[in-house]
């Protein structure tokens, strides 16, 4: 299409269109990618067990409990909604 383009008496046109999908193509690629990771990320969180779950929290819970507990009211002030 470039060669098309630049035969023509007045190419610009013809570039910017060739720009613009170029432009198209590129968002459309990004787009792809993203689906590619939610994809795989949705398969690995679908392999995690119960049991991974609750070993996971259960950690957490015992470290929550060795914080000072004036700390912990400064956790959610943290993670504005």
Do not use: N
């Not at 470039?2 to 690629?29: D, F, N, Q, S, Y």
């Amino acid at each position: 299409m470039m060669e098309m383009a630049a035969g023509l008496e007045l190419p610009a046109p013809a570039l910017r269109k060739v720009t613009k999908i170029e432009r198209e193509r590129i968002e459309i690629e990004q787009r792809i990618v993203g689906w590619e990771l939610e994809d795989e990320a949705s398969r690995t969180f679908s392999k995690v067990t119960e049991a991974q779950v609750r070993k996971c929290l259960r950690g957490m819970a015992e470290d929550m409990q060795t914080y000072p507990r004036g700390e912990m009211r400064d956790v959610p002030d943290q993670h504005p909604q």
